[in-house]
């Protein structure tokens, strides 16, 4: 076991890890913070993507012990104290752009990353950007018009029904 | 306007919060104190014999609690069917057993040989791999014709063949068949295959057991869609264990689609375990795991054909299916190919005579159960393929020949064994006509010609039978359980109001669609009405959710409970204002006196119910909490058109799904923006199914795609934005909200619209291909091109 520290939403945790332990497994077993899922174990789902320093990162492809130092963001952090739900949060919950909710955590986090990089993206850019997150719910319609929608972008034309 | 509240209304999700903040509660959140992990050893070979297995290195492994072989399970009941279906002779299905752990032989890739349980996960996993184990290879069976073939390899070796049962609905004459096919002026034939699929809901499954030795309690906490169907069917079936003793948890889950319906080894080994290592036991699959053990769906080969007099009248419909069952027969495989699918092969259409032939199959393969319309959209598939074909062959516009056949006069009784009670499928292809922009596709195709593309447009109707179902029907056709659902309402002394639900919510939104039910009955905030779900403890006894029943079934039974409420309140209300009770009205949440300016509130009413100072006590009993279990007089029948519009590229053989259409009548709707939700995602499935799914094993029984690498689902950028109308309403004649649910129509609906279109784009670029097998790739569309 190795200690490994890190700033998780603002705050500074640490814990004793194994090697193989991954940084998806330290935030949920160690830190029990399970808003952060495990859909595959190939990397593919996106459902535990996080920021570290700021970048997307699937958190099951990178070992605890690389996050020492990082700066870590999962979902649990992105409301506002006030329990209030971000822009995105909140687009997801207008448009349905969630059923189960097992994905949503990692579609949260990849679309915060897009509006980073990319602050009014096109349907096309949403739908490209995405291909790391599966979702099974939605058919991805309400997904794709939440984030552009949480970009400030008039989705009203889009079909609803 | 749109309404803002109650029935018709679309309130956010309640649900979403939690899901939104990273709250939820799923069931592999759940730490049990003191817990063991479980890591199952499971075959990585399709059949063999297993002649040596020892644990003792293994069980020297640090960390290792116990571990569990078929030996520890002997005596234990096996993994039950919950359907007997009888073949055309009268007799009962083959059923082999199924025992939690494999004895003396393995069947499929990934059937459980061991278990390890052990302090940490990766400790079981560790140890796992110190198990030696002596297998000797026997022949796998993976091809349904082999299979069945004398002299075939036996996947049981203590049944007569690999053969579960020979089944035949509709007309049982033969010769009356063939002379209705001798008869026709045209006959169209299609060979094809429903490829096998996994469901892959987002989150694997997950089983968490606990005992406690003070109580002899056990709780199971699983990623289930239908907890007292888990508890009875381990209780009464497997373990033997008192029902009253076991409390079953089915917290927030990751989508089912199905897959989830069905009772596990891996629930009722973690129930055992947790007793018998007295400590919790936790298992989660990877997704790997998920792969080799979760139910797959479909894999049927058909043989359709369909004769037509000299008008194009359908006269005749004859099916011969070869239905995959895999390895064992999992909780409700033997109705999916008979009871699910044999009695929808009449469609839309007013077909005299109708013939449909499945022989079930046992392979050395994962079991194969329901998936998303399960059955529906096999026979979907089938027809709405033929019908298309016939058209070509015929020289007609294949949505004037569906026309010319639909159905028009309701009830109607289908040769198959259905009673259609209302439907108009001209008005729900009349709105599709209009949503899908029929009128532009010349001028659409002319472009992507211009573009070096083929561009076809694909059309099918659907229809299902949903609700399921009513108890004494599916008794006689061999169903082990009851098909009811019910509801507890519960009033607070306050007013507010817990209803507690049999139906289960993975992703369908009833938090927030239920409530609007109740609600307006009565006339209060939807805020003041809570749905509890999910856990037998809590809960009446009732069957989950699946086959697009949870609204029409469930949802019925809440409204006779609250039915049952607002009579009773009214009689409280009658006391409190010295009136008859049949001259109270409630409105608003209001109770008042016909005729006078006499009212009391509902806070009131419920306030005096639990604290009956003035109360008619010789009449009624204190307290407001009504249950009602209610049981369909038959099912519901969903139905509607989709067009689909693909662009496919020649050089190729790439098909892009350029516009996808969607008109549905689902009968009367509670929340549209859920019911839209719903059928996007079906569509979303039924794309996968069509482009891009494919289940593969290999000839020894190696499952060549088992993650997320290997089987293609679709992606954000394979999928269009959907256009979904649902203003075609018949509302359902039996049930009281006239629902008729829509979790499963996307899903049935959409793959013969895809496929449709792709061979109408290859005929449109002079390419006469028939028909080309899902999933509709580009390597399989060049071929067709090019062969």
Redesign the interface.
């Known amino acids: 076991m190795t200690q490994v520290s890190m700033t998780v939403n603002g705050k500074a945790v640490s814990g004793d890890v194994?090697g193989?332990t991954l940084l998806s497994s330290f935030l949920?077993d160690k830190l029990g913070?399970?808003?952060?899922?495990?859909?595959?174990?190939?990397s593919?789902?996106g459902?535990c993507v996080v920021h570290v320093d700021g970048a997307a990162v699937k958190s099951c492809t990178m070992l605890a012990l690389e996050a020492e130092g990082a700066s870590v963001d999962?979902?649990?952090g992105?409301?506002a104290a006030d329990?209030s739900?971000n822009a995105i949060?909140q687009a997801?919950?207008?448009h349905?752009g969630?059923?189960?909710?097992?994905?949503?955590?990692g579609m949260?986090m990849s679309a915060a990353a897009l509006l980073k990089e990319n602050p009014k993206p096109s349907?096309?850019d949403?739908?490209?950007y995405?291909?790391g997150?599966?979702?099974?719910?939605?058919?991805?319609?309400?997904?794709?018009?939440a984030i552009m929608a949480a970009s400030g972008q008039d989705v009203s034309a889009?079909?609803?029904? | 306007m749109p309404k803002d509240s109650g029935i018709g209304a679309s309130p956010?999700?309640r649900?979403?919060?939690?899901?939104?903040?990273?709250?939820?509660n799923?069931t592999?959140?759940i730490n049990v104190n003191g817990q063991a992990y479980v890591h199952f050893l499971r075959s990585d070979v399709a059949h063999a014999k297993i002649n040596g297995l020892d644990t003792s290195a293994a069980e020297a492994m640090p960390g290792v609690v116990r571990i569990f072989t078929g030996a520890d399970f002997e005596g234990v009941g096996g993994m039950p069917c919950g359907w007997q279906v009888t073949d055309r002779h009268g007799d009962p299905m083959q059923e082999p057993p199924h025992p939690i752990l494999a004895q003396g032989k393995v069947r499929h890739v990934g059937d459980p040989i061991a278990a390890v349980v052990a302090d940490s996960a990766?400790q079981a996993r560790d140890a796992a791999e110190a198990i030696v184990l002596d297998l000797e290879e026997l022949p796998a069976v993976v091809n349904m014709k082999a299979a069945l073939e004398d002299g075939a390899t036996k996947v049981h070796d203590d049944l007569t063949s690999n053969l579960c049962y020979d089944w035949v609905l509709g007309e049982t004459d033969d010769a009356a068949v063939q002379k209705a096919f001798d008869d026709a002026a045209h006959v169209t034939t299609l060979e094809l295959t429903n490829q096998r699929l996994v469901a892959?809901?987002?989150?694997?499954r997950v089983a968490v057991g606990d005992y406690n030795r003070g109580t002899d309690e056990h709780t199971l906490y699983t990623t289930s869609q239908n907890p007292h169907v888990i508890r009875l069917l381990m209780c009464a079936f497997v373990l033997g264990l008192p029902e009253h003793k076991v409390r079953v948890i089915a917290p927030?889950?990751?989508?089912g689609?199905g897959t989830k319906i069905f009772h596990y080894a891996e629930e009722a080994f973690c129930t055992f375990a947790a007793k018998a290592c007295n400590r919790p036991v936790k298992w989660t699959a990877?997704?790997?795991e998920a792969f080799l053990s979760d139910a797959q769906g479909r894999d049927h080969v058909t043989k359709i054909e369909l004769a037509l007099d000299k008008d194009n009248n359908f006269t005749a419909l004859r099916t011969n299916t070869l239905a995959n069952m895999g390895a064992y027969l999992s909780t409700f495989s033997s109705s999916v190919p008979t009871w699910l699918h044999g009695t929808l092969m009449a469609g839309n259409y007013k077909t005299p005579v109708i013939q449909v032939n499945v022989k079930a199959v046992f392979t050395t393969t994962v079991p194969v159960d329901a998936y998303r319309g399960a059955g529906r959209p096999e026979a979907t598939f089938q027809l709405e393929r033929v019908i298309d074909k016939a058209a070509r062959e015929v020289g007609v516009d294949p949505v004037a020949l569906r026309r010319q056949n639909f159905v028009t006069e309701f009830p109607y009784d289908t040769p198959v064994a259905l009673t259609y009670d209302t439907g108009d499928y001209n008005g729900t292809m009349d709105k599709l006509e209009v949503a899908a922009d029929f009128a532009g596709f010349a001028a659409r195709r002319a472009e992507s010609e211009k573009n070096g593309k083929l561009r076809g447009l694909g059309v099918n109707c659907y229809i299902e039978a949903c609700g399921i179902a009513p108890s004494n029907v599916v008794g006689m056709l061999g169903a082990r359980a009851g098909l009811y659902d019910a509801a507890t309402v519960r009033v607070n002394a306050t007013g507010s109001i817990s209803v507690m639900v049999g139906a289960h919510s993975?992703?369908?939104?009833h938090e927030t669609a239920f409530p609007q039910v109740v609600a307006e009955m009565i006339g209060i905030d939807e805020s003041q009405v809570e749905i509890v779900h999910g856990d037998t403890s809590k809960i009446p006894f009732g069957m989950g959710t699946y086959g697009s029943r949870s609204l029409a079934v469930c949802g019925s039974a809440m409204v006779r409970a609250t039915e049952k409420i607002i009579n009773k309140a009214k009689k409280i209300a009658a006391h409190l204002m010295e009136a008859s009770d049949a001259d109270i009205e409630l409105k608003d949440g209001v109770f008042s006196v016909a005729g006078t300016d006499k009212s009391v509130a509902w806070g009131d009413v419920t306030l005096t119910a639990y604290v009956p100072h003035n109360f008619p006590l010789e009449d009624i009993e204190p307290g407001l909490e009504e249950t009602a279990f209610y049981d369909p007089a038959n099912f519901t029948y969903p139905a509607g058109a989709y067009a689909c519009e693909v662009e496919v590229d020649p050089e190729t053989g790439k098909v892009t799904i350029e516009r996808f259409a969607a008109a549905d009548d689902f009968g009367n709707i509670v929340n549209?923006?859920?019911v839209?939700?719903q059928v996007?995602?079906?569509?979303?499935?039924g794309?996968g199914q069509a482009l891009l799914e494919n289940c593969v094993y290999d000839d020894s029984g190696q499952l060549l795609s088992a993650?997320?690498?290997d089987y293609a689902?679709?992606?954000?950028?394979d999928?269009p934005?959907?256009?979904?109308?649902?203003s075609s309403q018949t509302p359902c004649t039996h049930n009281p909200l006239g629902v008729k649910g829509c979790g499963e129509a996307?899903a049935i609906g959409s793959p013969p619209a895809v496929v449709n279109a792709v061979i109408d784009a290859l005929q449109s670029g002079g390419k006469d291909v028939g028909h080309i097998d899902m999933p509709v790739s580009p390597a399989r569309v060049w071929a067709a091109m090019n062969g």
């Open positions: 194994e193989r949920r913070m399970t808003g952060t899922h495990v859909g595959c174990d190939t593919q789902c459902a999962t979902i649990e992105q409301a329990g739900l949060q997801f919950q207008d349905h969630l059923q189960c909710g097992f994905c949503t955590p949260v349907e096309s949403v739908r490209e995405l291909e997150n599966i979702c099974r719910c939605t058919g991805y319609h309400n997904i794709v018009k889009i079909a609803a029904e | 956010k999700r649900e979403d919060v939690r899901f939104l903040t990273g709250a939820g799923y592999d959140d990766e892959n809901p987002m989150e694997p927030d889950v990751g989508g689609f990877s997704r790997s993975h992703g369908q939104g549209p923006m859920i839209d939700g996007h995602g079906g569509i979303g499935q794309i993650s997320y690498m689902m679709p992606r954000a950028d999928v934005f959907y256009t979904v109308d649902h996307g």
